[in-house]
């Protein structure tokens, strides 16, 4: 990843007051310049166009057309990696992750007046996401929000496992809630195995995860709590502010979740929640890489792939950002490599 370079910055809010604030809290980083502002969503296409920002921070509630539509629009036209900024409202998040649906790449809180404790600290990962999400390659998308199909599929044929599987691990990060909404709803909804997810995402939007992924799959999606049972039939969610680890405990299969950072660069780590899969279940489990930036979950990958399990990564044709299943494949911790489009049935096949 690149910084040494100026990231252009397309600012997208119908408040002339809003994107004054929003202005003065990027242009305090050198290495963000703010090339434009849209006042609405069709402002957003034709500045797009005209100006090729390297990044947009994108309003969701815009007239003429909101942040939705332009986000989709935008992946159809002008492929541009875009940043949702977005209040914590319910109907806000349920828009929000609609954009990251139909392309966007991260959703982010809305700072807050200046004078709020929490502002330097929310600005400063705002600045951070836009800067790494800058140095996206966006895939184009067609009018249903998917990625436009590519001829070339990499895939690793390995035998089956021998033991039945009985947990299924899944880490995501940038283009993970889109990936995810879309692996579950390629999974029967009565599946024999529990399923546990670490999504990279800010800690105050995964509540708001939990609920639009289960409504726009069908899933009973769960943020977990320590020491919860994972049960089959049920997505179980890393909360955002503590490390997931899965234990055996006379049997059964629970949560434990751990507070301290430790060595992980992330939190929650999807490295700690493989390395805990292949400890508690070794040979038994399925472990899934899909979309996302940085090495996060290669090393717990392999460990699990040590172990006996079964690793699948998504590949590089339908994933947004490559990063994570690419460093996974180059640790040799994947078994299979498949498109997301067939992640379900490959899953579904070692069951």
């Given at each position: 990843?690149?910084?040494?370079?100026?990231?252009?910055?397309?600012?997208?809010?119908?408040?002339?007051?809003?994107?004054?604030?929003?202005?003065?809290?990027?242009?305090?980083?050198?290495?963000?310049?703010?090339?434009?502002?849209?006042?609405?969503?069709?402002?957003?296409?034709?500045?797009?166009?005209?100006?090729?920002?390297?990044?947009?921070?994108?309003d969701?509630?815009?007239?003429?057309m909101?942040?939705?539509?332009?986000?989709?629009?935008?992946?159809?036209?002008?492929?541009?990696?875009?940043?949702?900024?977005?209040?914590?409202?319910?109907?806000?998040?349920?828009?929000?992750?609609?954009?990251?649906?139909?392309?966007?790449?991260?959703?982010?809180?809305?700072?807050?007046?200046?004078?709020?404790?929490?502002?330097?600290?929310?600005?400063?990962?705002?600045?951070?996401?836009?800067?790494?999400?800058?140095?996206?390659?966006?895939?184009?998308?067609?009018?249903?929000?998917?990625?436009?199909?590519?001829?070339?599929v990499?895939?690793?044929?390995?035998?089956?496992?021998?033991?039945?599987?009985?947990?299924?691990?899944?880490?995501?990060?940038?283009?993970?809630?889109?990936?995810?909404?879309?692996?579950?709803?390629?999974?029967?909804?009565?599946?024999?195995?529990?399923?546990?997810?670490?999504?990279?995402?800010?800690?105050?939007?995964?509540?708001?995860?939990?609920?639009?992924?289960?409504?726009?799959?069908?899933?009973?999606?769960?943020?977990?709590?320590?020491?919860?049972?994972l049960?089959?039939?049920?997505?179980?969610?890393?909360?955002?502010?503590?490390?997931?680890?899965?234990?055996?405990t006379l049997?059964?299969?629970?949560?434990?979740?751990?507070?301290e950072?430790?060595?992980?660069?992330?939190?929650?780590?999807?490295?700690?929640?493989?390395?805990?899969?292949?400890?508690?279940?070794?040979?038994?489990?399925?472990?899934?890489?899909?979309?996302?930036?940085?090495?996060?979950?290669a090393?717990?990958?392999?460990?699990?792939?040590?172990?006996?399990?079964?690793?699948?990564?998504?590949?590089?044709?339908?994933?947004?950002?490559?990063?994570?299943?690419?460093?996974?494949i180059?640790?040799?911790?994947?078994?299979?490599?498949l498109?997301?489009?067939?992640?379900?049935?490959?899953?579904?096949?070692?069951?």
């Amino acid at each position: 990843m690149r910084h040494d370079r100026t990231v252009r910055v397309l600012v997208a809010d119908d408040s002339a007051t809003a994107r004054y604030h929003l202005t003065q809290a990027l242009l305090s980083t050198p290495q963000l310049r703010v090339i434009g502002e849209a006042r609405n969503g069709e402002e957003v296409l034709q500045l797009a166009a005209q100006l090729q920002p390297d990044v947009i921070s994108m309003d969701i509630h815009m007239p003429r057309m909101d942040g939705l539509e332009a986000t989709r629009r935008l992946m159809m036209q002008h492929p541009t990696p875009v940043v949702v900024v977005s209040a914590l409202l319910e109907h806000d998040l349920d828009l929000a992750f609609q954009a990251l649906q139909a392309g966007a790449l991260a959703v982010v809180e809305k700072l807050p007046n200046t004078q709020h404790p929490t502002f330097a600290a929310k600005q400063q990962q705002l600045v951070k996401t836009l800067i790494a999400m800058s140095d996206v390659k966006v895939i184009r998308r067609g009018r249903t929000g998917q990625i436009a199909p590519n001829s070339v599929v990499e895939s690793v044929n390995a035998p089956y496992p021998r033991i039945v599987p009985e947990i299924l691990a899944i880490g995501a990060s940038a283009g993970g809630p889109s990936a995810l909404n879309t692996l579950l709803n390629g999974l029967p909804l009565d599946l024999r195995i529990p399923i546990v997810v670490v999504q990279h995402l800010p800690h105050e939007f995964v509540a708001g995860f939990a609920h639009w992924l289960g409504k726009s799959s069908g899933w009973r999606v769960q943020v977990v709590t320590d020491g919860a049972d994972l049960v089959p039939g049920v997505v179980h969610l890393s909360p955002g502010t503590a490390h997931l680890r899965v234990t055996r405990t006379l049997g059964k299969l629970s949560a434990r979740l751990i507070a301290e950072r430790g060595d992980y660069r992330y939190q929650p780590a999807i490295d700690m929640l493989f390395e805990s899969v292949a400890q508690s279940s070794g040979a038994a489990s399925i472990g899934l890489i899909l979309t996302g930036m940085g090495e996060d979950g290669a090393n717990g990958l392999l460990a699990m792939r040590q172990a006996g399990g079964r690793t699948l990564a998504q590949d590089q044709t339908s994933a947004v950002v490559f990063g994570m299943p690419g460093a996974a494949i180059e640790r040799g911790a994947v078994d299979e490599i498949l498109p997301l489009s067939q992640l379900p049935a490959a899953i579904l096949k070692y069951l």
